[in-house]
């Protein structure tokens, strides 16, 4: 079975989201954890046709790559009773049909001490995939970034606002890949006179 079949016959369930579903969940949720899984680092190596880019110019969202080192932080949503299929059929649309993302059960550590590690849901894109992009350098990734737009916004949004995640909520935490896109990035919209703001009310996390 797919692991989100076996999550369907459970009550309670958890997804944990490590990059615009930090943000953006966009599904019902009874409450969130901040933390982190190990075995994987976030690589923004993803292609994006639908929601940050087009067919012509695809934007760069992020996935997680398998490196035994690694250990990438997001949000763990936990899902219960009606909640668990609603979820599952508004990600399967989102991130499976149109993302081009496949699922996995991984263990999710939260932040909060003395709390227990819990078994979620992942969303990952995979080399195999027709639109994944592959490695490139920062300054190549930030450029890309910089040129796109999908049906959702701008793909500069989708960085910044997982950066302020970040910043916000694992101020402890270096995520080299992460923060040199957006210096690039950075870099590209104050040589254009700078960069505007986002349109989008302040990242807030509830329930955590």
């Not at 994006?48 to 695809?58: A, S």
């Not at 049909?97 to 894109?125: C, D, N, S």
């Amino acid at each position: 079975m797919k692991p989100q079949d076996i999550i369907r016959e459970k009550t309670t369930a958890w997804i944990f989201g490590y990059g615009s579903l930090v943000w953006k969940p966009g599904f019902a949720y009874k409450k969130s954890k901040i933390g982190y899984i190990t075995g994987y680092k976030r690589r923004f190596w993803h292609g994006d046709d639908f929601y940050r880019g087009n067919k012509d110019m695809p934007g760069r969202v992020a996935t997680l790559v398998e490196d035994q080192e690694a250990c990438t932080w997001g949000v763990a949503y936990e899902v219960t009773d009606s909640q668990v299929e609603e979820s599952l059929q508004y990600l399967n649309m989102r991130e499976v049909m149109l993302g081009g993302y496949r699922t996995k059960m991984v263990e999710f550590i939260p932040k909060e001490q003395g709390q227990a590690p819990l078994l979620a849901l992942v969303y990952i894109a995979t080399s195999d995939n027709p639109i994944y992009l592959g490695p490139a350098s920062d300054k190549e990734i930030a450029a890309q970034i910089a040129a796109c737009r999908g049906s959702t916004g701008h793909n500069s949004e989708y960085l910044v606002r997982l950066a302020e995640f970040m910043r916000l909520y694992c101020p402890e935490v270096e995520d080299e890949h992460l923060f040199s896109i957006e210096a690039a990035l950075l870099n590209i919209f104050s040589d254009c006179g700078g960069i505007k703001p986002l349109d989008q009310t302040p990242l807030l996390m509830a329930g955590t």
